[in-house]
């Protein structure tokens, strides 16, 4: 009795996880489908959203926030992905025991703080220092790139240390035996290694930030305009859809809903590389 | 056996919380007068035990939910005109007159010190100043020593009523300014927050900014804000008695359900960004509509000392007998 009640509610559980995606993306599809009527293909590349008098119609392309959810993700990439690399490295190669179990615990507790908790630090206390060395209002494009990349760092240095720790010893030390230096063990042994596991990472992480909402909200500015300097605000996605949500109607919300379908379905393709290099590289380790 | 009576547990409470729950009022909408309508919605709880909750989730969102009736009433800051009260069945009457200050972070420049004129305010919001000792700025501040640095302007990033009254005020000064809940800003530089709390957040932490929010913001973060010069050229601190001075201006009829946006009125004492709020109600839910206007009547003779303690201006008397007849002309009293 007990036996098959837990069967149905086990593969009832797995089943649903499933059906909720499919679903999403459906009702995602179908509230899209008056925008991409009216806008097609064009939604892309149309920089002007601006709803009627009266609020049920307007025109809106997704042109400024894709910009600004790429260019936020890129500058946040370019920061990330090096200091990840030389963390993990530092971590796995370079610490002593001592050392490397305390930075470890620290950096699992970083990638545990809530990203509203990123934003306020980062609107408070960051912003008016990106401010006084870059110039410009303080928010903008390159503190919400900085304080994206300084979320994700945890996130990308973790996943990456323990792909580097699978490394089988015995390929380091045959290294070491020919003569190799610690750099050259890293550069030649470890990285060839650990490469799927790394790049997985990488791609986790960006698929973190492109969705990222609360903290890029505080810092981007959130104004709908093309960007001409780095330091300049703007929009993206998930903040367009988070600051307009509550007071949109007919058209505009049919439009927001394509911008979501976008950013869902760069999304899944993200996540499905990651998932894809992460289970080719668990089947070769057994 | 403990499972069923787990469930059974559950689910009695949970249709209990629901039916106590479906006697409270409902209502949603405006975020201006969210912090009044909870003061009075609270003293008005302790008073006759009726609970009433509103969510100031934005004057849009108010009027989407009800038109498709999802709540009891709503609020909104924009007020409809009668064609369209009457296509969605709605009926409508002001409640309370909020003001909106424009705040300032310069620094060695005081609450009160800045004077803008109209002209200033123009050339602000439409970027033809960009920076804070432009001529147009510094001739009605010649005791101030205002830095050569760029303008900030800080704007709402969501559709706001609060925006569609400042616009309003805008195109008195300058037709050429779109009056709207979200405006696409000429300004060199801006910055959008999300609601007043978001805006006031940016105010204070952009060196030279300014921007546009509701007065009892200004209060609870002691931001600085400027004199405005009103209709008659003269310089207005904003104060509870100057916005009462505006208000006395505003002229309201039931024949068009009260539509009437107060902006920038006469007086040469009078602050020039006054605005309104109004409240929504579905024609044919008659009974809910009885308890709402209890509500509101209490408001109108209990609850103007709240009102003016948190920085609104009560409607005159005459406007209050005006709503109160509207009333009972739709049998809602």
């Known amino acids: 009795m007990g036996g098959q009640f837990f069967r149905h509610f086990s593969f009832f559980s797995a089943t649903l996880s499933f059906f909720l995606l499919v679903g999403i993306f459906a009702i995602l599809f179908t509230y899209a489908q008056e925008a991409l009527a009216e806008f097609g293909i064009d939604f892309l590349s149309a920089d002007t959203w601006e709803a009627d008098e009266d609020d049920e119609g307007g025109v809106f392309g997704g042109y400024i926030p894709i910009i600004g959810t790429l260019l936020s993700t890129f500058i946040a990439m370019v920061i990330a992905v090096p200091l990840a690399m030389g963390i993990a ?8 025991e001592n050392l490397a179990k305390p930075v470890s615990i620290a950096i699992e507790l970083l990638a545990a703080i809530p990203s509203i908790i990123y934003g306020m630090w980062g609107l408070f206390y960051f912003a008016p220092i990106v401010q006084s060395i870059f110039g410009g209002n303080g928010v903008g494009l390159l503190t919400a790139g900085i304080v994206l990349a300084i979320m994700i760092i945890p996130f990308m240095a973790a996943i990456t240390r323990d792909a580097m720790n699978t490394t089988p010893n015995i390929l380091k030390e045959s290294a070491y035996a020919m003569g190799a230096t610690k750099f050259e063990v890293i550069k030649d042994v470890i990285m060839p290694y650990s490469k799927a596991g790394i790049i997985g990472s990488i791609i986790l992480a960006l698929g973190r930030a492109l969705g990222e909402t609360m903290a890029v909200a505080f810092l981007i500015g959130s104004v709908m305009s093309t960007v001409k ?3 300049d605000p703007t929009t993206s996605i998930p903040v367009l859809l988070a600051n307009n949500f509550a007071e949109a109607q007919d058209l505009e919300m049919s439009a927001m809903y394509y911008l979501a379908l976008i950013l869902f379905v760069v999304s899944f393709i993200i996540i499905s590389m990651a ?6 590289r668990k089947s070769a380790v057994k | 056996m403990r499972l069923k009576t787990l469930l059974a547990v559950v689910l009695l409470v949970s249709t209990s919380l629901t039916t106590i729950q479906a006697d409270a009022l409902k209502g949603r909408g405006a975020s201006f007068p969210g912090p009044l309508y909870k003061a009075w ?3 008005y709880y302790a008073e006759t035990g009726k609970k009433i909750n509103y969510t100031p989730t934005g004057s849009g969102d108010g009027v989407k939910s009800i038109k498709k ?3 009891d009433f709503a609020g909104s800051d924009k007020p409809l005109k009668s064609k369209k009260l009457q296509k969605t069945k709605l009926y409508m009457f002001p409640s309370v007159i909020g003001s909106i200050v424009l705040a300032y972070n310069i620094d060695g420049i005081k609450d009160g010190e800045l004077k803008l004129s109209r002209a200033a305010i123009d050339a602000i919001f439409s970027g033809k100043a960009t920076h804070w000792d432009d001529q147009i700025i510094t001739k009605d501040n ?7 640095e760029p303008i900030t302007t800080c704007v709402r990033a969501d559709k706001s009523g609060t925006t569609f009254n400042f616009t309003y005020f805008l195109n008195q000064i300058n037709p050429a300014f779109k009056v709207s809940k979200k405006p696409n800003w000429k300004a060199a530089k801006v910055v959008a927050g999300k609601s007043n709390s978001g805006v006031s957040a940016n105010i204070r932490q952009i060196k030279n900014a300014i921007g546009y929010i509701e007065y009892s913001f200004k209060i609870k973060l002691g931001l600085p804000a400027a004199q405005i010069e009103n209709k008659e050229g003269k310089f207005i601190n904003p104060t509870v008695e100057s916005f009462q001075d505006g208000a006395t201006y505003a002229t309201w009829t039931a024949d068009n359900d009260f539509y009437a946006v107060i902006g920038d009125p006469k ?3 009078s602050y020039p960004i006054v605005a309104a709020t109004f409240i929504l109600l579905p024609i044919e839910k008659v009974e809910k509509n009885k ?3 209890a509500f509101m009547e209490w408001a109108f003779s209990k609850g103007d000392k709240i009102a003016s303690g948190l920085g609104y201006v009560p409607l005159p008397d005459s406007t209050k007998d005006e709503i109160r007849k509207y009333w009972e002309s739709k049998k809602i009293k």
């Open chain 2, 69 to 71: 009736r999802m709540v």
């Open chain 1, 275 to 280: 998932k894809f290099y992460f289970l080719g």
């Open chain 2, 142 to 148: 010649p005791g101030l020593k205002l830095p050569h």
């Open chain 2, 267 to 269: 007086g040469a004492t």
């Open chain 2, 41 to 43: 919605t609270s003293e």
């Open chain 2, 291 to 293: 308890e709402v206007t």
């Open chain 1, 89 to 96: 490295i530092f971590l796995t190669e370079v610490a002593s």
């Open chain 1, 229 to 231: 300097h780095i330091t």
